[in-house]
């Protein structure tokens, strides 16, 4: 977790937090598959929405 290798374009997953390789930088990932996407597509409304209630 401390050192991390710059050589490699890793991003966290956005939902589980896993590290993905990059291997198109025009395209880059930001899940580890669909449904991460669409859990914190979910989670992201469902907040918005609580959060104005
Ligand atoms: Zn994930």
Do not use: E
């Amino acid at each position: 977790m401390g050192g991390l290798d710059v050589k490699v374009r890793t991003k966290p997953c956005k939902w589980c937090g896993r590290p993905l390789k990059q291997g198109r930088w025009w395209r880059p990932k930001r899940y580890c598959n669909r449904w991460h996407a669409v859990k914190y597509r979910v989670v992201s409304v469902v907040a918005n929405v609580l959060d104005s209630i």
